[in-house]
Protein backbone atom coordinates (compact mmCIF):
# COMPACT_ATOMS: atom_id res chain seq x y z
CA UNK A 1 0.00 0.00 0.00
CA UNK A 2 1.51 3.19 -0.87
CA UNK A 3 1.37 6.61 1.20
CA UNK A 4 -0.03 9.92 0.69
CA UNK A 5 1.43 13.01 1.95
CA UNK A 6 -0.54 16.64 2.59
CA UNK A 7 1.43 19.80 2.59
CA UNK A 8 0.39 22.45 4.73
CA UNK A 9 2.02 26.03 3.64
CA UNK A 10 1.99 28.79 6.57
CA UNK A 11 2.42 32.50 5.15
CA UNK A 12 1.92 35.74 6.94
CA UNK A 13 -1.81 37.31 6.51
CA UNK A 14 -2.37 40.70 8.16
CA UNK A 15 0.21 40.22 10.99
CA UNK A 16 -0.83 37.16 11.62
CA UNK A 17 0.77 33.28 11.04
CA UNK A 18 -1.85 31.41 8.92
CA UNK A 19 -1.69 27.94 7.79
CA UNK A 20 -2.93 26.84 4.24
CA UNK A 21 -3.47 23.20 3.39
CA UNK A 22 -2.40 22.77 -0.22
CA UNK A 23 -3.01 19.82 -1.74
CA UNK A 24 -1.11 18.12 -4.92
CA UNK A 25 -2.12 18.82 -8.12
CA UNK A 26 -1.60 16.32 -11.09
CA UNK A 27 -2.89 17.01 -14.72
CA UNK A 28 -4.75 19.40 -13.41
CA UNK A 29 -7.42 17.30 -10.54
CA UNK A 30 -7.23 18.44 -7.17
CA UNK A 31 -6.74 15.38 -4.73
CA UNK A 32 -7.68 16.17 -1.16
CA UNK A 33 -6.52 13.46 1.04
CA UNK A 34 -7.33 12.36 4.26
CA UNK A 35 -4.71 10.35 6.32
CA UNK A 36 -6.96 8.63 9.62
CA UNK A 37 -3.82 7.58 11.38
CA UNK A 38 -1.74 9.40 13.32
CA UNK A 39 0.90 11.98 11.43
CA UNK A 40 3.88 14.00 12.22
CA UNK A 41 4.67 17.09 10.78
CA UNK A 42 7.98 17.43 9.80
CA UNK A 43 9.96 20.66 7.85
CA UNK A 44 12.10 19.49 5.37
CA UNK A 45 15.09 21.45 4.62
CA UNK A 46 15.59 20.71 1.22
CA UNK A 47 12.36 22.75 0.17
CA UNK A 48 12.85 26.32 -1.12
CA UNK A 49 9.23 27.88 -0.22
CA UNK A 50 9.73 26.47 3.78
CA UNK A 51 6.79 23.99 3.40
CA UNK A 52 5.33 21.55 5.90
CA UNK A 53 4.04 17.83 5.27
CA UNK A 54 2.04 15.70 6.94
CA UNK A 55 3.33 12.23 7.00
CA UNK A 56 1.04 9.51 6.84
CA UNK A 57 3.71 6.75 6.46
CA UNK A 58 3.72 5.58 10.06
CA UNK A 59 4.77 9.11 11.48
CA UNK A 60 7.82 9.66 9.48
CA UNK A 61 8.81 12.75 7.36
CA UNK A 62 8.87 12.37 3.38
CA UNK A 63 10.76 14.44 1.14
CA UNK A 64 8.54 16.04 -1.23
CA UNK A 65 8.86 13.45 -4.06
CA UNK A 66 8.50 10.96 -2.22
CA UNK A 67 7.23 7.59 -4.20
CA UNK A 68 6.57 5.85 -1.48
CA UNK A 69 3.83 8.36 -0.28
CA UNK A 70 2.62 9.59 -3.80
CA UNK A 71 0.63 7.19 -5.44
CA UNK A 72 0.11 7.37 -8.98
CA UNK A 73 -2.50 9.62 -10.54
CA UNK A 74 -4.55 6.85 -11.39
CA UNK A 75 -4.63 5.24 -7.67
CA UNK A 76 -4.89 8.56 -6.14
CA UNK A 77 -7.71 9.57 -8.68
CA UNK A 78 -9.55 6.09 -7.54
CA UNK A 79 -8.93 7.08 -3.91
CA UNK A 80 -6.81 4.79 -3.30
CA UNK A 81 -5.70 4.03 0.72
CA UNK A 82 -2.42 4.95 2.11
CA UNK A 83 -1.92 4.22 6.06
CA UNK A 84 -5.07 4.77 6.48
CA UNK A 85 -8.90 5.77 4.54
CA UNK A 86 -8.64 8.39 1.63
CA UNK A 87 -11.50 10.10 0.24
CA UNK A 88 -11.24 11.65 -3.26
CA UNK A 89 -13.17 14.37 -4.68
CA UNK A 90 -13.19 15.59 -8.55
CA UNK A 91 -14.63 18.00 -10.69
CA UNK A 92 -16.42 15.14 -12.67
CA UNK A 93 -18.02 13.90 -9.28
CA UNK A 94 -19.27 17.75 -8.63
CA UNK A 95 -20.93 18.03 -12.18
CA UNK A 96 -22.68 14.19 -11.68
CA UNK A 97 -24.51 16.20 -8.83
CA UNK A 98 -25.63 19.02 -10.67
CA UNK A 99 -26.91 16.95 -13.35
CA UNK A 100 -28.96 14.86 -11.10
CA UNK A 101 -30.50 17.97 -10.04
CA UNK A 102 -30.73 19.54 -13.21
CA UNK A 103 -32.77 16.52 -14.18
CA UNK A 104 -35.29 16.57 -11.19
CA UNK A 105 -36.17 19.74 -12.05
CA UNK A 106 -36.30 18.64 -15.82
CA UNK A 107 -38.79 16.26 -15.16
CA UNK A 108 -40.92 18.25 -12.89
CA UNK A 109 -41.35 20.87 -15.41
CA UNK A 110 -42.14 18.38 -17.77
CA UNK A 111 -44.66 16.71 -15.73
CA UNK A 112 -46.28 21.00 -15.35
CA UNK A 113 -45.82 20.46 -18.88
CA UNK A 114 -47.87 18.23 -19.62
CA UNK A 115 -50.33 18.15 -17.13
CA UNK A 116 -51.40 21.77 -18.54
CA UNK A 117 -51.44 20.71 -21.84
CA UNK A 118 -53.89 18.08 -20.91
CA UNK A 119 -55.70 20.62 -18.80
CA UNK A 120 -56.02 22.73 -21.97
CA UNK A 121 -57.32 19.79 -23.73
CA UNK A 122 -60.24 19.19 -21.53
CA UNK A 123 -61.20 22.90 -21.78
CA UNK A 124 -61.12 23.54 -25.24
CA UNK A 125 -62.50 20.05 -26.22
CA UNK A 126 -65.71 21.00 -23.81
CA UNK A 127 -65.97 24.38 -25.57
CA UNK A 128 -66.06 22.94 -28.82
CA UNK A 129 -68.11 20.41 -28.15
CA UNK A 130 -70.82 22.79 -26.66
CA UNK A 131 -70.67 25.22 -29.28
CA UNK A 132 -71.09 22.09 -31.70
CA UNK A 133 -74.27 20.80 -30.28
CA UNK A 134 -75.51 24.46 -30.38
CA UNK A 135 -74.87 24.49 -34.23
CA UNK A 136 -76.11 21.43 -34.42
CA UNK A 137 -79.02 21.76 -32.87
CA UNK A 138 -80.00 25.05 -34.54
CA UNK A 139 -79.44 23.43 -37.91
CA UNK A 140 -81.76 20.63 -37.31
CA UNK A 141 -84.44 23.64 -35.67
CA UNK A 142 -84.05 25.17 -39.03
CA UNK A 143 -84.88 22.40 -41.00
CA UNK A 144 -87.71 22.02 -39.31
CA UNK A 145 -88.71 25.64 -39.52
CA UNK A 146 -88.45 25.32 -43.17
CA UNK A 147 -90.78 21.79 -43.71
CA UNK A 148 -93.38 23.23 -41.46
CA UNK A 149 -93.48 26.55 -44.16
CA UNK A 150 -93.10 24.15 -47.19
CA UNK A 151 -96.32 22.01 -45.82
CA UNK A 152 -97.90 25.07 -45.19
CA UNK A 153 -97.17 26.36 -48.57
CA UNK A 154 -98.78 23.43 -49.66
CA UNK A 155 -101.84 23.43 -48.13
CA UNK A 156 -102.30 26.91 -49.62
CA UNK A 157 -101.75 25.41 -52.69
CA UNK A 158 -103.68 22.50 -52.20
CA UNK A 159 -106.95 24.75 -51.37
CA UNK A 160 -105.57 26.74 -55.05
CA UNK A 161 -106.03 23.44 -56.51
CA UNK A 162 -109.75 22.86 -54.98
CA UNK A 163 -110.85 26.20 -55.52
CA UNK A 164 -109.35 25.18 -59.45
CA UNK A 165 -111.28 22.16 -59.22
CA UNK A 166 -107.83 20.25 -59.56
CA UNK A 167 -108.96 17.06 -57.13
CA UNK A 168 -106.15 15.36 -58.77
CA UNK A 169 -103.17 17.82 -57.79
CA UNK A 170 -104.80 18.30 -54.37
CA UNK A 171 -104.25 14.71 -53.92
CA UNK A 172 -100.71 14.68 -54.80
CA UNK A 173 -99.79 17.60 -52.83
CA UNK A 174 -101.24 15.79 -49.80
CA UNK A 175 -99.01 13.06 -50.75
CA UNK A 176 -95.93 15.16 -50.99
CA UNK A 177 -96.71 17.07 -47.69
CA UNK A 178 -97.07 13.03 -45.94
CA UNK A 179 -93.42 12.52 -47.58
CA UNK A 180 -92.25 16.07 -46.44
CA UNK A 181 -93.28 15.00 -42.81
CA UNK A 182 -90.26 11.98 -42.91
CA UNK A 183 -88.26 13.76 -45.98
CA UNK A 184 -87.94 17.45 -43.87
CA UNK A 185 -86.55 15.50 -40.24
CA UNK A 186 -84.09 13.41 -42.07
CA UNK A 187 -82.51 16.54 -44.20
CA UNK A 188 -82.46 17.79 -40.36
CA UNK A 189 -80.74 15.15 -39.55
CA UNK A 190 -78.06 15.19 -41.96
CA UNK A 191 -77.61 18.99 -41.72
CA UNK A 192 -77.02 18.40 -37.72
CA UNK A 193 -74.46 16.27 -38.57
CA UNK A 194 -72.37 18.52 -40.75
CA UNK A 195 -72.79 21.26 -38.25
CA UNK A 196 -71.39 19.08 -35.58
CA UNK A 197 -68.53 18.05 -37.95
CA UNK A 198 -67.74 21.52 -39.34
CA UNK A 199 -67.01 22.84 -35.91
CA UNK A 200 -64.54 19.85 -35.23
CA UNK A 201 -66.33 16.95 -33.81
CA UNK A 202 -65.66 13.24 -35.19
CA UNK A 203 -67.65 10.53 -35.52
CA UNK A 204 -69.51 8.69 -32.95
CA UNK A 205 -69.10 4.71 -33.88
CA UNK A 206 -71.66 4.04 -31.01
CA UNK A 207 -74.44 6.89 -32.30
CA UNK A 208 -73.99 5.43 -35.92
CA UNK A 209 -74.41 1.75 -35.07
CA UNK A 210 -77.45 2.73 -32.68
CA UNK A 211 -79.12 4.36 -35.78
CA UNK A 212 -77.48 1.86 -38.50
CA UNK A 213 -79.72 -0.49 -35.74
CA UNK A 214 -82.73 1.35 -35.90
CA UNK A 215 -82.69 1.49 -39.77
CA UNK A 216 -82.40 -1.96 -39.72
CA UNK A 217 -85.17 -2.22 -37.77
CA UNK A 218 -87.06 0.24 -39.50
CA UNK A 219 -86.92 -2.11 -42.87
CA UNK A 220 -87.40 -5.54 -41.38
CA UNK A 221 -89.99 -4.68 -38.93
CA UNK A 222 -91.72 -1.73 -39.50
CA UNK A 223 -93.95 -3.48 -42.30
CA UNK A 224 -95.72 -6.24 -40.19
CA UNK A 225 -96.38 -3.43 -37.28
CA UNK A 226 -97.40 -0.12 -38.57
CA UNK A 227 -99.16 1.74 -41.47
CA UNK A 228 -97.58 3.26 -43.38
CA UNK A 229 -98.41 6.72 -43.98
CA UNK A 230 -97.95 7.16 -47.81
CA UNK A 231 -96.82 4.43 -50.41
CA UNK A 232 -93.42 2.91 -49.53
CA UNK A 233 -92.57 4.97 -46.71
CA UNK A 234 -90.82 2.10 -44.57
CA UNK A 235 -87.81 1.64 -47.22
CA UNK A 236 -87.54 5.35 -47.68
CA UNK A 237 -87.48 6.04 -44.36
CA UNK A 238 -84.96 2.90 -43.23
CA UNK A 239 -83.11 4.20 -46.53
CA UNK A 240 -82.72 7.47 -45.70
CA UNK A 241 -81.25 6.63 -41.74
CA UNK A 242 -79.15 3.71 -43.36
CA UNK A 243 -77.59 6.95 -45.64
CA UNK A 244 -76.79 8.81 -42.77
CA UNK A 245 -75.64 6.15 -40.37
CA UNK A 246 -72.85 5.44 -42.81
CA UNK A 247 -72.22 8.72 -43.52
CA UNK A 248 -71.06 8.70 -39.62
CA UNK A 249 -73.15 10.66 -36.89
CA UNK A 250 -71.27 12.92 -34.53
CA UNK A 251 -74.53 14.10 -32.87
CA UNK A 252 -77.26 12.34 -31.84
CA UNK A 253 -80.89 13.24 -31.97
CA UNK A 254 -81.54 13.11 -28.45
CA UNK A 255 -85.28 13.78 -28.36
CA UNK A 256 -85.58 11.30 -30.94
CA UNK A 257 -89.26 9.23 -29.93
CA UNK A 258 -89.52 6.01 -31.07
CA UNK A 259 -92.93 4.22 -31.77
CA UNK A 260 -92.18 1.68 -29.47
CA UNK A 261 -90.91 3.51 -26.41
CA UNK A 262 -92.63 3.23 -23.03
CA UNK A 263 -95.70 4.84 -22.97
CA UNK A 264 -96.27 6.58 -19.60
CA UNK A 265 -93.74 7.80 -16.93
CA UNK A 266 -92.99 5.29 -13.83
CA UNK A 267 -89.98 5.81 -11.20
CA UNK A 268 -87.55 3.50 -12.40
CA UNK A 269 -87.96 5.53 -15.92
CA UNK A 270 -86.80 8.46 -14.24
CA UNK A 271 -82.85 9.45 -13.59
CA UNK A 272 -83.48 11.54 -10.73
CA UNK A 273 -84.10 8.54 -8.66
CA UNK A 274 -80.82 7.19 -9.62
CA UNK A 275 -79.12 10.11 -8.68
CA UNK A 276 -80.98 10.46 -5.55
CA UNK A 277 -80.10 6.66 -4.42
CA UNK A 278 -76.09 7.21 -5.23
CA UNK A 279 -75.88 10.81 -3.22
CA UNK A 280 -78.14 9.46 -0.72
CA UNK A 281 -80.27 12.50 -1.20
CA UNK A 282 -83.26 11.64 0.92
CA UNK A 283 -84.59 15.05 0.45
CA UNK A 284 -85.35 13.82 -3.03
CA UNK A 285 -87.19 10.52 -1.65
CA UNK A 286 -89.39 13.30 0.68
CA UNK A 287 -90.19 15.83 -2.15
CA UNK A 288 -90.75 13.35 -4.28
CA UNK A 289 -91.01 9.84 -3.39
CA UNK A 290 -91.80 9.86 0.42
CA UNK A 291 -94.45 6.88 0.09
CA UNK A 292 -92.24 4.86 -1.85
CA UNK A 293 -89.46 5.25 0.70
CA UNK A 294 -90.98 4.41 3.69
CA UNK A 295 -93.36 1.14 1.93
CA UNK A 296 -90.89 -0.32 -0.07
CA UNK A 297 -89.95 -4.36 0.59
CA UNK A 298 -88.31 -5.62 -2.67
CA UNK A 299 -88.25 -5.38 -6.07
CA UNK A 300 -92.04 -6.85 -6.20
CA UNK A 301 -92.97 -4.15 -4.77
CA UNK A 302 -92.62 -1.61 -8.14
CA UNK A 303 -95.46 -1.26 -10.12
CA UNK A 304 -95.61 -2.89 -13.76
CA UNK A 305 -93.48 -0.98 -16.48
CA UNK A 306 -95.69 1.32 -18.50
CA UNK A 307 -96.38 -0.58 -21.64
CA UNK A 308 -94.91 0.26 -24.69
CA UNK A 309 -98.19 0.57 -26.89
CA UNK A 310 -96.91 1.12 -30.40
CA UNK A 311 -99.17 4.04 -32.81
CA UNK A 312 -101.22 2.08 -34.97
CA UNK A 313 -100.74 5.17 -37.58
CA UNK A 314 -97.31 7.13 -37.19
CA UNK A 315 -98.14 10.04 -39.38
CA UNK A 316 -94.08 11.81 -38.00
CA UNK A 317 -90.36 10.67 -38.48
CA UNK A 318 -89.47 9.84 -34.65
CA UNK A 319 -86.33 11.81 -35.62
CA UNK A 320 -87.11 15.41 -35.03
CA UNK A 321 -90.58 14.88 -35.61
CA UNK A 322 -93.01 17.96 -36.25
CA UNK A 323 -95.99 16.71 -34.45
CA UNK A 324 -98.72 17.04 -36.98
CA UNK A 325 -101.74 14.92 -38.19
CA UNK A 326 -103.86 15.21 -40.62
CA UNK A 327 -107.72 16.58 -40.40
CA UNK A 328 -110.74 16.70 -42.54
CA UNK A 329 -112.44 19.36 -43.06
CA UNK A 330 -110.84 22.70 -42.89
CA UNK A 331 -110.49 23.87 -39.64
CA UNK A 332 -111.62 27.31 -39.07
CA UNK A 333 -114.01 27.52 -42.04
CA UNK A 334 -114.51 30.93 -43.78
CA UNK A 335 -111.46 32.94 -41.55
CA UNK A 336 -109.01 29.82 -42.29
CA UNK A 337 -109.85 30.84 -45.80
CA UNK A 338 -109.10 34.90 -45.46
CA UNK A 339 -105.97 34.12 -44.10
CA UNK A 340 -104.94 31.50 -46.74
CA UNK A 341 -105.63 34.38 -49.19
CA UNK A 342 -103.82 37.09 -47.58
CA UNK A 343 -100.48 34.71 -46.75
CA UNK A 344 -101.37 33.65 -50.74
CA UNK A 345 -100.71 37.02 -52.26
CA UNK A 346 -98.00 38.76 -49.46
CA UNK A 347 -96.02 34.98 -51.18
CA UNK A 348 -97.00 35.86 -54.13
CA UNK A 349 -97.72 31.64 -54.38
CA UNK A 350 -100.98 31.87 -57.01
CA UNK A 351 -103.15 34.63 -58.42
CA UNK A 352 -105.53 32.12 -57.82
CA UNK A 353 -108.08 33.36 -55.00
CA UNK A 354 -108.98 30.31 -52.57
CA UNK A 355 -112.96 29.71 -52.72
CA UNK A 356 -114.81 29.80 -49.80
CA UNK A 357 -115.73 26.53 -51.02
CA UNK A 358 -112.80 24.53 -50.34
CA UNK A 359 -114.11 25.21 -46.28
CA UNK A 360 -116.23 22.35 -46.74
CA UNK A 361 -114.46 20.18 -49.25
CA UNK A 362 -113.47 17.07 -48.78
CA UNK A 363 -110.08 16.42 -48.49
CA UNK A 364 -106.58 16.02 -46.31
CA UNK A 365 -105.27 19.20 -44.51
CA UNK A 366 -102.53 18.93 -42.66
CA UNK A 367 -102.98 20.30 -38.93
CA UNK A 368 -100.66 20.73 -35.47
CA UNK A 369 -101.86 17.88 -33.30
CA UNK A 370 -102.86 19.20 -30.19
CA UNK A 371 -101.67 17.00 -27.69
CA UNK A 372 -97.78 18.38 -29.08
CA UNK A 373 -98.46 21.96 -29.80
CA UNK A 374 -100.03 23.67 -26.66
CA UNK A 375 -99.02 26.37 -23.99
CA UNK A 376 -95.49 26.11 -22.90
CA UNK A 377 -96.08 25.38 -19.63
CA UNK A 378 -93.00 24.72 -18.24
CA UNK A 379 -92.11 28.15 -19.04
CA UNK A 380 -94.13 29.60 -16.95
CA UNK A 381 -93.62 27.52 -13.44
CA UNK A 382 -91.97 29.35 -10.99
CA UNK A 383 -90.45 26.62 -9.93
CA UNK A 384 -88.43 26.11 -13.55
CA UNK A 385 -85.05 26.97 -12.88
CA UNK A 386 -84.72 29.30 -16.22
CA UNK A 387 -85.96 33.10 -15.96
CA UNK A 388 -88.76 31.90 -12.89
CA UNK A 389 -89.69 35.48 -13.15
CA UNK A 390 -89.78 36.38 -16.44
CA UNK A 391 -92.81 35.08 -19.09
CA UNK A 392 -92.52 34.01 -22.54
CA UNK A 393 -94.39 36.28 -25.27
CA UNK A 394 -97.75 35.40 -25.95
CA UNK A 395 -96.67 34.70 -29.78
CA UNK A 396 -94.09 32.50 -28.68
CA UNK A 397 -95.98 30.74 -25.94
CA UNK A 398 -96.42 26.89 -27.43
CA UNK A 399 -94.57 24.08 -27.58
CA UNK A 400 -93.96 21.50 -30.55
CA UNK A 401 -91.54 20.94 -33.09
CA UNK A 402 -87.46 20.98 -31.43
CA UNK A 403 -84.44 19.45 -31.78
CA UNK A 404 -82.05 18.28 -29.35
CA UNK A 405 -78.47 16.87 -30.09
CA UNK A 406 -75.81 15.38 -27.98
CA UNK A 407 -72.19 15.64 -28.27
CA UNK A 408 -70.01 12.89 -26.90
CA UNK A 409 -66.34 13.22 -27.26
CA UNK A 410 -63.29 11.80 -25.00
CA UNK A 411 -60.18 14.05 -24.19
CA UNK A 412 -56.73 12.07 -24.72
CA UNK A 413 -54.43 12.59 -21.71
CA UNK A 414 -50.52 12.60 -21.89
CA UNK A 415 -50.54 12.28 -18.15
CA UNK A 416 -48.65 8.78 -17.22
CA UNK A 417 -51.08 6.26 -15.93
CA UNK A 418 -54.66 8.53 -16.67
CA UNK A 419 -57.30 7.48 -18.94
CA UNK A 420 -59.08 9.96 -21.34
CA UNK A 421 -62.05 12.25 -19.95
CA UNK A 422 -65.44 11.94 -21.14
CA UNK A 423 -66.99 14.88 -22.70
CA UNK A 424 -71.11 15.15 -22.89
CA UNK A 425 -72.93 18.09 -24.42
CA UNK A 426 -76.61 19.14 -24.83
CA UNK A 427 -78.38 21.64 -26.67
CA UNK A 428 -82.06 22.47 -28.09
CA UNK A 429 -83.00 24.56 -30.27
CA UNK A 430 -86.82 25.59 -32.13
CA UNK A 431 -88.37 26.93 -34.87
CA UNK A 432 -90.38 30.43 -33.66
CA UNK A 433 -92.83 32.22 -35.51
CA UNK A 434 -96.16 34.16 -35.81
CA UNK A 435 -99.24 34.67 -37.26
CA UNK A 436 -100.47 38.47 -37.71
CA UNK A 437 -104.17 38.65 -36.73
CA UNK A 438 -107.00 40.92 -38.39
CA UNK A 439 -105.91 43.98 -35.37
CA UNK A 440 -102.25 43.16 -36.17
CA UNK A 441 -101.52 41.64 -33.49
CA UNK A 442 -98.88 38.48 -33.59
CA UNK A 443 -100.40 35.57 -32.50
CA UNK A 444 -99.46 31.88 -32.53
CA UNK A 445 -98.58 30.01 -35.58
CA UNK A 446 -101.25 27.13 -34.45
CA UNK A 447 -103.85 29.86 -33.79
CA UNK A 448 -105.83 28.49 -36.83
CA UNK A 449 -104.78 24.78 -36.59
CA UNK A 450 -104.31 24.56 -40.11
CA UNK A 451 -100.64 24.19 -40.73
CA UNK A 452 -99.92 28.16 -42.12
CA UNK A 453 -95.92 29.39 -43.77
CA UNK A 454 -95.50 31.37 -40.16
CA UNK A 455 -91.56 30.42 -38.73
CA UNK A 456 -88.98 32.72 -39.96
CA UNK A 457 -86.27 32.08 -36.58
CA UNK A 458 -84.88 29.39 -34.75
CA UNK A 459 -83.45 29.99 -31.06
CA UNK A 460 -81.78 27.72 -28.39
CA UNK A 461 -83.64 26.76 -25.74
CA UNK A 462 -83.43 25.08 -22.29
CA UNK A 463 -82.80 21.33 -22.77
CA UNK A 464 -85.52 20.65 -19.67
CA UNK A 465 -87.78 22.79 -21.79
CA UNK A 466 -87.87 20.44 -24.82
CA UNK A 467 -89.69 17.43 -26.12
CA UNK A 468 -86.64 15.07 -24.63
CA UNK A 469 -87.36 12.05 -22.84
CA UNK A 470 -85.50 11.80 -19.65
CA UNK A 471 -81.91 10.92 -20.17
CA UNK A 472 -82.46 11.52 -23.42
CA UNK A 473 -82.70 8.89 -26.72
CA UNK A 474 -78.81 8.93 -27.19
CA UNK A 475 -77.57 8.16 -23.45
CA UNK A 476 -76.76 4.93 -25.19
CA UNK A 477 -75.65 3.97 -21.14
CA UNK A 478 -79.09 5.22 -19.75
CA UNK A 479 -81.45 3.76 -23.20
CA UNK A 480 -79.23 -0.08 -22.48
CA UNK A 481 -80.79 0.29 -18.83
CA UNK A 482 -83.94 1.21 -19.74
CA UNK A 483 -84.79 -1.27 -22.52
CA UNK A 484 -82.66 -4.29 -21.35
CA UNK A 485 -82.19 -4.42 -18.09
CA UNK A 486 -85.37 -3.09 -16.40
CA UNK A 487 -87.29 -5.53 -17.58
CA UNK A 488 -85.80 -8.34 -16.73
CA UNK A 489 -85.65 -6.66 -13.40
CA UNK A 490 -88.89 -6.06 -12.95
CA UNK A 491 -89.38 -9.70 -13.56
CA UNK A 492 -86.77 -11.43 -11.91
CA UNK A 493 -85.14 -8.89 -9.40
CA UNK A 494 -81.51 -7.88 -8.48
CA UNK A 495 -80.44 -11.38 -9.95
CA UNK A 496 -80.92 -10.23 -13.53
CA UNK A 497 -78.77 -6.87 -13.19
CA UNK A 498 -75.40 -6.43 -15.16
CA UNK A 499 -72.96 -5.36 -12.71
CA UNK A 500 -71.04 -3.07 -14.49
CA UNK A 501 -74.19 -1.09 -15.45
CA UNK A 502 -74.28 2.35 -12.94
CA UNK A 503 -77.75 2.07 -12.82
CA UNK A 504 -77.96 -1.18 -11.93
CA UNK A 505 -75.98 -0.81 -8.96
CA UNK A 506 -77.76 1.72 -7.39
CA UNK A 507 -80.52 -0.39 -7.84
CA UNK A 508 -78.93 -3.43 -5.95
CA UNK A 509 -77.70 -0.44 -3.45
CA UNK A 510 -81.85 0.24 -3.14
CA UNK A 511 -81.88 -3.29 -2.38
CA UNK A 512 -80.77 -2.73 0.89
CA UNK A 513 -83.26 -2.20 3.84
CA UNK A 514 -80.67 -1.25 5.79
CA UNK A 515 -79.94 1.87 3.55
CA UNK A 516 -83.39 2.72 3.28
CA UNK A 517 -84.25 2.62 6.63
CA UNK A 518 -81.06 5.24 7.27
CA UNK A 519 -83.26 7.62 4.84
CA UNK A 520 -86.04 7.21 7.02
CA UNK A 521 -84.22 7.57 10.41
CA UNK A 522 -82.65 10.72 8.97
CA UNK A 523 -85.81 12.24 7.58
CA UNK A 524 -87.11 11.79 11.46
CA UNK A 525 -83.87 13.16 12.88
CA UNK A 526 -84.23 15.83 10.81
CA UNK A 527 -87.85 16.77 11.25
CA UNK A 528 -88.21 16.55 7.23
CA UNK A 529 -86.57 19.95 7.23
CA UNK A 530 -85.73 19.06 3.81
CA UNK A 531 -85.08 22.76 1.93
CA UNK A 532 -84.53 23.34 -1.32
CA UNK A 533 -81.90 26.15 -2.49
CA UNK A 534 -83.38 27.09 -5.74
CA UNK A 535 -86.14 25.38 -8.28
CA UNK A 536 -85.39 22.58 -10.14
CA UNK A 537 -85.62 18.86 -8.29
CA UNK A 538 -81.90 18.89 -7.21
CA UNK A 539 -80.42 19.35 -3.90
CA UNK A 540 -78.71 22.73 -5.17
CA UNK A 541 -81.94 23.34 -6.64
CA UNK A 542 -80.81 22.48 -9.93
CA UNK A 543 -81.71 19.80 -12.30
CA UNK A 544 -79.48 16.80 -13.81
CA UNK A 545 -79.73 18.01 -17.41
CA UNK A 546 -77.50 21.49 -18.89
CA UNK A 547 -79.46 24.26 -19.84
Not at 40 to 65: E, N, W
Not at 133 to 159: C, E, H, K, V
Request: glycine share 8%; aromatic share 10%.
Amino acid sequence: MQNVECRIKESEVGGRRVRFWRFGVQFGIFRPSFCLRPSTLVRHSSLSDGGFYISSCGGQASPKASPACNPPVADSIAGRHCGGFTRSTSRSDVGGQVMIFLLMVLLLLSIVLIWNFDLHNVIHLKLRSQNAADASALAAARWQGITLNLIGDLNIMQAVALSAGAGEAARQIAETQARLCYVGPMIALAASQQAAKNNGIYVNPSFGERLAAHANAVLADYHAVFAEPYADCWNEYGAMLMNIAESGVAAGPDNTCFYTDYSAGHTLLTMDFYDAVAGRDWCWFYWYALTLLQTYTDYQSWPALPPQIPETQPENSEVYGLGLTTFAPLPGGDSTVAKMNEIREARGLDPQAVSNFVATSAATWFVYQPTKWGEWAIMKDSSFPIFPEKQVKPQYDYTGADAVTRIEAVSERHMPASSGRQISCTAAAKPFGYLTADDGTQIRPDAYRLVLPAFHDVRLIPVDASSSPSGGAYDLGWREHIEDHLPVYIENGPAGLEADCWYCQQLIAWENSALRQAGIDWLNDTNHSCETFGPGPGPGGGTRRGH
